[in-house]
């Protein structure tokens, strides 16, 4: 069995779906990260992080890529990895690199680095004729503002290198803009401390509703695993409210969609990884949003898995040794399966759900057709919800075998039950 190097992860579900799958194979793994602290933070209390499972668990500056090399290749020497990966995209490059640095498996450095860096994905496919938003990269307010004229408001802003949704804003007018860039210009650096480039992305606001194709490309080759519909909320920013997987769409759009996926993977050189490309299905078209090297978050791996029996986590395992991933869809009796978020609606302190002496998670799991239920402790700190970081939990269910769509109406309707009750902040 294999022995990989983890360098870093993201502390949600891909951090207890990815180790599961490794150990669940018969792997091993040694994980390296420069704050141990981070993990540790993010377990509930009296139980272990899946992370620290490990075989070796070590402290390295993962942010500076120079002197990691040297001391990967050392580590290399002594303990003999068989793989390298990570689940959180501020370090899918660095993991790249290592792993073409060693001779190992892996997708290429450079094309794994233009698709986290949102300005280099949108000049690539520009230029490669994937139709996308109309766009620019501005460096400034100034540059900002004379480039939104050309464009049109209202726009999307965003960061160049940030993730789950953070200071994206939809701005109707140059007051919105200047406002957007300054919340963005006063966080320099990021949560893993490394610091941010200051451009801003500008792009045309599409109108339509989104998607996600979910994919394994491996040897060249493209396998679209499924198409995942998403709900998206919170205006001004652009929150993941929920996904529905399949998404409720008829067969023309489904092949559309996952057409323009592979040629935004083809046209970055995104080869030998697992994928989670948004697209927009607009009036003129499918028009990408944004490609992720890595697979999908907020749980879509798992409405995948129970629906179609395909384990992304594990392809993503096997990728990373240089084995073919299993990606034999299978009848799993579920037809389709949804997942709502909860999000705080003010600052504070959750004490409870309403009404009083409630066993909510309880009453939940029993309900027909629920698959997961997950809902914050009391006494959590919560804030109003700016992006995908602040949810309050999340539930999961199956459909009942149709209509197509019927699990999201099911997620909905449960979802409505929870009332959560914060106390405010003195």
């Known amino acids: 069995m294999g022995h990989l190097l983890m360098v870093e992860s993201w502390v949600g579900s891909m951090s207890r779906l990815l180790p599961g799958a490794l150990t669940e194979a018969g792997h091993t793994f040694t994980f390296l990260t420069r704050d141990l602290n981070h993990y540790l933070r993010s377990a509930p209390e009296g139980t272990a992080h899946p992370l620290l499972g490990a075989r070796n668990v070590l402290t390295a500056d993962t942010n500076d890529a120079a002197a990691l090399l040297p ?115 006063a966080f320099p650096v990021n949560a893993r401390g490394q610091r941010r480039s200051p451009a801003l992305l500008l792009e045309e606001l599409l109108e339509g509703p989104e998607v996600s194709v979910e994919t394994v490309t491996a040897g060249g080759a493209t396998h679209v695993i499924g198409v995942t519909g998403k709900s998206v909320g919170g205006a001004p920013a652009f929150i993941e409210t929920g996904h529905l997987f399949p998404a409720a769409l008829g067969p023309g759009e489904a092949a559309s969609a996952a057409e323009t996926a592979c040629a935004a993977l083809d046209a970055l050189g995104l080869d030998q990884l697992v994928a989670h490309t948004e697209i927009k299905l607009t009036a003129d078209g499918p028009r990408v949003i944004e490609v992720n090297p890595r697979p999908a978050g907020n749980r879509i791996t798992e409405l995948v898995r129970h629906v179609t029996g395909v384990d992304l986590a594990a392809a993503c395992v096997a990728l990373a040794l240089g084995e073919a991933p299993d990606l034999e869809i299978r009848t799993t009796g579920v037809t389709d399966a949804a997942i709502g978020f909860l999000l705080p609606e003010t600052d504070g302190v ?41 949810y309050l939990g999340h539930i999961m269910a199956r459909g009942s075998g149709a209509p197509s769509g019927d699990a999201r109406t099911r997620v909905a309707e449960l979802l409505g039950t929870v009332r959560p009750c914060v106390a405010a902040d003195r």
């Open 71 to 185: 001391y990967v290749r050392r580590l290399h020497g002594a303990l003999g990895f068989d793989g390298v990966l990570s689940s959180c995209d501020y370090y899918l490059p660095t993991v790249a690199a290592l792993a073409g640095e060693l001779g190992l498996p892996g997708p290429d450095a450079d094309a794994v680095t233009a698709a986290c860096r949102k300005d280099r994905t949108r000049r690539t496919l520009a230029a490669a004729g994937v139709p996308g938003p109309r766009f620019a990269v501005c460096d400034g307010f100034p540059a900002a503002a004379l480039a939104a004229a050309e464009i049109g408001y209202p726009l999307v802003v965003k960061p160049v290198d940030l993730c789950a949704g953070m200071f994206v804003r939809r701005v109707g007018d140059e007051r919105e803009l200047a406002a957007a860039h300054r919340a963005l210009d």
């Open 350 to 390: 959750l004490t409870g759900y309403g009404p009083a002496g409630r066993e909510v998670r309880q009453e939940l799991a029993a309900a027909p057709g629920v698959l997961e239920v997950v809902l914050a402790d009391p006494g959590t700190r919560v804030r109003t919800a700016a992006d995908n970081n602040g």
